[in-house]
């Protein structure tokens, strides 16, 4: 008998990339990589590549761990995922990062940007409508993990401090500013002020590349002073900061390497966030057919081109891993050791209910830990490697240690148009809450729910009640 070109693994659900129609996909593996294959009875055949790691795809699919919940649904279930987002009662997972944008305005206009944002739009949301918003995250989470103050670009906020000061009243673990590092790098006494808000404070600063060029296509100007006057200051005020880049295939991808190493060697940097493009928003000069990356792409890169992480200390997060691969180390007199290795999957899967303990820095070293029923801290506020990510267990720390030892890689990868997938967007952890109560996927929210995008996804919902 004749046999397909491909081994068939699984079905789900995705939208056509044209229509954005629910549509029926199959996942298959064909020549040692792992592709979505969807037909849109308007549009026809679409082949997407998903992985290109078919052991590490699989290893996914062992990384699950009960649901956590949100405190509250937010929207009833009545189209069917991802149309009735909100969260609605079908979602599998809380809010580990909420994302709150105070305006759309922006200082630099990014000829990639997933919320089109630029100096020519002109909504700044008002310090009442903010708080509304705080509360929506609290009634959703009670205490949040993490919340993150975007835009636009939030610094240029003209209540940015009083925002700042909102939050703080508020239960949040851990309070991050997205930015693009200008008022930062132009503004030591902001920054110096910025400093007053630690512990559980962190910059969120777009670090896309060294190169000239490639700062060009990214954000249409070369912000390597700027960088490099933002992390001066930064380190001055010893501000905690993750570098976020935003990675194109062919483009910035062979720096990943020299951006974790160039990390590791500034004393505020905890990490590196490695974004590759979400096909939404502004997205000038790219071509998704052939620029796009998947998540097991750039953690191959990071194996290849790092010198401190292997294939052992990038794993899947479980709350989401499909969309969301993890790496922790600390940082000790200068040497870098990976710590995620030393977890144990089960560990991992169990999650705040276990604690790891490393009880001297020799114990580090050699990779030795115990496990006990503990709940303390060092007494420098940081509480744990649990607070950055929900589903990680808590770490203790030897005294004298805190957040500042830690370094950690991390890739978000976003889906979009092409390779969305419900079984994942139900997992979603990364939501941004909106002025009307709602707390929406990073993923379906830039599809259907931004601007003015919601007036189509209209249309789709009038197709399926007809």
Known sequence: MPNRPYTYTDFTLSVCSKCLRKVEAKIIIENECVYMLKRCKHHGMEKVLISTDVPYYELCRQFIKPSEMPHRWNTPIKYGCPYDCGLCPDHEQHSCLSILEITDVCNLQCPICYADSSPKRTTWKDLETIKKMFDTIIKNEKEADVV??????????????EILDEAKKRSIKHLMINTNGLRIANDEAFVKKLATYKPGFEIYLQFDSFEKETLLELRGQDLREVRQKAIDHLNKY????????????????????????????????????????????????????????TLSEVRQEIIHQSEFFSS?????????????????????????????????????????????????????????????????????????????????????LPNGMGYENVFRVLIMKFQDNYDLDVRSVKKSCVHFVTTDDKMIPFDTYNLF????KEAYLETLREEITN
């Open 238 to 293: 010893n501000i905690s900061t993750t570098l976020v880049a935003v990675l194109k295939k062919g483009l910035n991808d062979h720096e990943i390497g020299k951006i974790i190493k160039w990390g590791t060697e500034q004393k505020c940097v905890r990490g590196v966030t490695f974004q590759p493009i979400q096909h939404a928003g502004r997205t000038k000069n790219y071509d998704p057919s052939t620029e796009r990356l």
């Open 312 to 396: 052992d200390d990038i794993i899947p997060v479980p709350c989401h891993p499909d969309s969301l691969a993890m790496g922790y180390a600390l940082k000790l007199g200068g040497k870098i050791t990976p710590l995620t290795s030393v977890i144990d999957k089960n560990i991992l899967l169990e999650g705040e209910r276990n604690t790891i303990v490393f009880e001297s820095d020799e114990a580090l070293r050699n990779k030795v830990f115990k496990l006990f029923s503990l709940n303390h801290s060092p007494e420098s506020g940081f509480k744990g490697l649990k607070d950055l990510l929900c589903c990680l267990p808590k770490v203790i």
């Open 449 to 452: 729910y931004r601007d003015d």
């Open 148 to 161: 993150q103050i975007s835009g636009g670009e939030p610094t240029i906020h003209p209540q940015f401090f």
